[in-house]
Every structure is written in structure tokens, then in C-alpha cells.
Nanobody
Framework: QVQLMESGGGLVQSGGSLRLSCAASGNTFKMSDMGWYRQFPEKPREFVASIISTNGSTTYADSVKGRFAISRDNAKNMLYLQMNSLKPEDTALYYC???????????WGAGTQVTVSS
């Protein structure tokens, strides 16, 4: 099976930066496209950014476009999210996600908390 573990969350002031990391382990050859999602208290999880496994093409939510950058190091089985110009409204639990080529078709990490103070 594939396991994902996020790190890099924490407390930062408004306007600051953080870099989230997601380490994949296990049967990583089954991994396909990857992404980051976030969840606000009492709200559904929402899409933040994704990266296509075949060509590295990226997609971003409008709310983070121009401030966040997703990247992937396939050799190290790592996924990153560089977050710049952070705002208090970016405060959320951030999850790493991967699609799989076999069942169960997708895996989620446990999440890492990002808190942006005003």
C-alpha cells in the first residue's frame, strides 16, 4: 500500500511563507497524479493544487493562484507546496493526496495544520 505523510505546517504571520512537504512510501510505483487539499473547520475539504504525473502540468484554485506553487520530486517520492504571501484565510488543515493506478484508487495523508496570524 501507499502511505503519505505531510510536514511543514505551523504558525506564520500574514504575508509570510511556508513550505509543505509530503513524503510517500510503500508501493509508490502505483501513484499517479498528486495534489494538495485543505479543510476549514466545519467545511468540506477543498482543492488547492494538483500536478499531473506524466507531464508535470499544474492546476491551482483561484484563491491561491500566483501565491502557491506545487512541485514534485519523483526520484525522492516527495510532493511540495510552496506557500507565499499567506493570508489569515489560508488557515486550514492541509492534506496531501494521490491518485493510484489500482484500488483503492486514491490515498490521503493525515494532514498538517497551517495557521496564519493577522
Amino acid at each position: 500500500q501507499v502511505q503519505l505523510m505531510e510536514s511543514g505546517g505551523g504558525l506564520v504571520q500574514s504575508g509570510g511563507s511556508l513550505r509543505l512537504s509530503c513524503a510517500a512510501s510503500g508501493n509508490t510505483f502505483k501513484m499517479s497524479d498528486m495534489g494538495w487539499y485543505r479543510q476549514f473547520p466545519e467545511k468540506p475539504r477543498e482543492f488547492v493544487a494538483s500536478i499531473i504525473s506524466t507531464n508535470g502540468s499544474t492546476t491551482y484554485a483561484d484563491s491561491v493562484k500566483g501565491r502557491f506553487a506545487i512541485s514534485r520530486d519523483n526520484a525522492k517520492n516527495m510532493l511540495y507546496l510552496q506557500m507565499n504571501s499567506l493570508k489569515p484565510e489560508d488557515t486550514a488543515l492541509y492534506y496531501c493526496h494521490t491518485l493510484l493506478r489500482t484500488r483503492p484508487w486514491e490515498i490521503w495523508g493525515a494532514g498538517t495544520q497551517v495557521t496564519v496570524s493577522s
